[in-house]
């Protein structure tokens, strides 16, 4: 299939379970690495991806339904939203979806076990792509050095979840397991860090320092102050100085 900006849209009636290979947009970005992708009922979806015109893309996929069906797409995020997850390989899953297609058309009962097997496979294989994926997210020295230089961004850790194929709990559990504390938490001390240097030893005023710090007032930056030392801001650079 070639790219076109002309796709007409539509509601999705039961799960979607496909493997694209190719370019596609995403969020207005081109994205050309492999993935699956699990799209739930209810959601609006393209007749087909948007991908720049005259590229070439490849989506094979399924439809599925039942509670079987149902329990996999809660296990990977895929309820209430679509999920896409990196893959290495996709000539893999593309044959696995293609033996269920393959078994299923055939219309023997016979075959439901090994559909049922195939898809068990199809999730095993999709499991161990996704330990892979957790093994080189849990290197996250680069993320936190990016904290501590700069604290008061509005970090987007969605989007650090996205980056890896994996939900955003997913994520934030394999974070705190190897930081030894959630992400929030950990740019709350990277914060109060700043502020506490700031106060020490610049000529920043109060409002200033709040601002470098990612507070929109000086009160708000108080009571977030206040909370973490203790201390008002205006006291503790006054005891600092002493």
Not at 169 to 180: C, D, E, I, Q
Not at 182 to 200: G, H, T
């Amino acid at each position: 299939m070639y790219g076109s900006s002309a796709m007409s849209e539509f509601i999705t009636s039961c799960n979607y379970i496909g493997v694209m290979t190719g370019s596609v947009i995403i969020d207005g970005v081109e994205v050309t690495e492999p993935f699956v992708y699990l799209t739930p009922p209810g959601m609006r979806a393209y007749d087909g991806w948007l991908s720049p015109p005259g590229k070439m893309r490849d989506n094979f996929y399924i439809e599925a339904v039942g509670s079987r069906c149902d329990r996999f797409m809660a296990a990977w995020g895929a309820e209430c939203r679509w999920q896409r997850i990196p893959i290495r390989n996709p000539e893999q899953f593309v044959v696995k979806l293609e033996e269920i297609r393959r078994l299923f058309s055939a219309g023997n009962p016979r075959n439901n076990f090994r559909i049922v097997l195939c898809f068990e496979e199809f999730a095993a294989m999709l499991a161990e792509e996704s330990v892979n994926q957790e093994f080189s997210c849990r290197n996250f020295d680069k993320l936190l050095q990016n904290i501590s230089r700069d604290p008061g961004r509005d970090w987007d850790f969605s989007a650090e979840a996205a980056s890896c194929g994996l939900t955003l709990r997913h994520w934030t559990r394999l974070f705190t397991a190897s930081v030894g504390m959630p992400p929030y938490q950990f740019v709350i001390r990277c914060r109060v860090r700043l502020a506490r240097e700031l106060l020490a030893n610049s000529s920043l005023n109060i409002k200033e320092v709040g601002a470098a710090c990612g507070f929109d007032s000086p009160a708000e930056f108080s009571r977030f102050f206040r909370k973490h030392t203790s201390f008002a801001p205006g006291r503790y650079r006054k005891s600092r100085l002493i």
